[in-house]
């Protein structure tokens, strides 16, 4: 067995040691599955490290993160063993300086990282990628998410009200994990559209707001359901708008329905997103809302996201319903959406 | 009725300690007078009224011979290595402000 360095805390029994976690700041607000020796040597040997290999690093908070302290974290969650890999790879991804780790996690902005889950190991962990797909009811889908929340109280310093200044925040940061549709929908999945080959199993990470539903039950064009939802994205009270950065968009099966029966891939969603989201100046000053600083010499109209590709397009959600989901960004630029091989 | 617990269960510590190491504070200055002093704006919606304002008094009031004004690209990151290097050739002191 792997030899393992954590600081052992006694209790007489689970009970005393779920209530010891609460007292210790240890937990998310809900109780926490008390890690034992043998059970994190386990989910170590899942994801094929030892203890004390090197995972991660926060160097804005001088931290340096074990392989054993996630699986701590990830037994504390209610994981499987199985569910390392994924947890493994979020991580990582969310170390990438891309993903601005440390900024994200302090803003008063209150984002949360939403993980979306690619391939094969989305179907082998049975993740729910369809009927209420941001609800509870799926352990990999819950639990993956609670870890990483976990981790970045446990092992980040991102004690909440202390570290993290979100001044509303959101219920995904609890947990906020999904998979995409991948066996009910022809189109190319996420992680193939951001580099990956359509068979790897991938994570992508994204410093995301809460999502917000789009309702078009009578839309039966691409085009009219792509309004509804380009008017969403131009919301004028969304933080990121015009900032730039990435949009993630899921359509349920209605609505890609419809979108595919006219032959549209997300190629063409994209391209025509990144056009009717084009902010001109009335747009952005609707609802009252005023600049931070001075903006003299904006350009408009402004495109909401650099370029088409930052529409991020995924196929979710349950069978019945005219609705899709706009996730909007943190702060554009500043954190940009990250995918990562998940390995094993 | 009391349960016997004859040995404690044990459990894992989840939290990983800051490495921090022990650094002593710049010399503080006796006077500003004659001075560089770099203003870093976080990029805030206000940091910059508060440091220009506060440019001006420096230089009426503690006769400060010169002011570096510098920004950081944006609040959501810390200050660059770079940033941080430039100013700290460049200044003997700096005063850094947030302002929503």
């Known amino acids: ?344 | 009725m009391t349960v016997e617990h004859p040995q404690k269960l044990a459990f894992l510590d989840p939290t990983v300690a800051p490495s921090l190491e022990a650094v002593s504070a710049a010399p503080r200055l006796e006077s500003l007078e004659g001075k560089v002093v770099g203003l870093l704006d976080n990029s805030k919606g206000a940091g910059r009224v508060i440091l220009d304002d506060l440019g001006v008094l420096l230089r009426e009031r503690y006769r400060v011979a010169e002011i570096v004004n510098a920004g950081k690209p944006t609040f959501g990151r810390v200050a660059a290595d770079a940033l941080v290097d430039d100013l700290v050739a460049r200044c003997d002191v700096v005063i850094t402000a947030l302002g929503d």
């Open chain 1, 1 to 344: 067995m792997t030899e393992l360095s954590s600081v052992r805390v006694e209790a007489d029994d689970v009970f005393e040691a779920i209530e010891l976690y609460f007292r210790n700041g240890w937990t998310d607000g809900l109780p926490v599955v008390p890690p034992t020796e043998s059970r994190v040597a386990e989910f170590l040997e899942a994801c094929g490290h030892s203890g004390g290999d090197i995972v991660g690093q926060v160097p804005e908070r001088r931290r340096t993160i074990t392989a054993e302290k996630l699986a701590i974290n990830a037994v504390m969650a209610g994981c499987l063993p199985e569910y390392m890999p994924v947890v493994l790879a979020a991580f990582q991804a969310m170390c990438d300086p891309e993903f601005n780790l440390h900024g994200s996690t302090v803003t008063t902005g209150g984002p949360a990282p939403l993980l979306i889950v690619n391939g094969p190991i989305a179907r082998r962990l049975g993740m729910n990628a369809g009927v209420s797909l941001f609800g509870p009811g799926w352990r990999p889908n819950a639990t993956i998410g609670r870890a990483i929340r976990l981790i970045l109280i446990n092992c980040c310093g991102t004690e909440p009200g202390v570290m993290d200044k979100a001044t509303i925040g959101h219920p995904g940061k609890y947990t906020y994990c999904i998979a995409e549709d991948e066996e009910n929908c022809p189109w190319e999945p996420l992680h193939a559209m951001r580099g990956f080959e359509a068979a790897d199993s991938a994570v992508t990470v994204f410093a995301a707001d809460a999502p917000k539903l789009v309702s078009n039950e009578g839309g039966t064009t691409p085009e009219a359901i792509l309004d509804t939802i380009a008017g969403t994205i131009k919301d004028p009270g969304a933080i990121s708008v015009p900032a730039t950065g990435d949009f993630l968009v899921v359509h349920s099966p209605q609505h890609r329905g419809h979108m595919i029966d006219h032959g549209w891939t997300k190629r063409d969603i994209q391209e025509y997103l990144f056009e009717k989201t084009k902010l001109v100046e009335e747009d952005y000053y609707r609802g009252g809302r005023r600049p931070m600083r001075a903006r003299t010499e904006r350009e408009w109209p402004v495109p909401t996201v650099e370029k088409p590709d930052d529409f991020m397009i995924m196929a979710g959600g349950g069978p019945a319903g005219g609705f899709s989901a706009v996730v909007t960004p943190w702060w554009g630029r500043v954190s940009r959406a990250v995918t990562r091989k998940i390995e094993g």
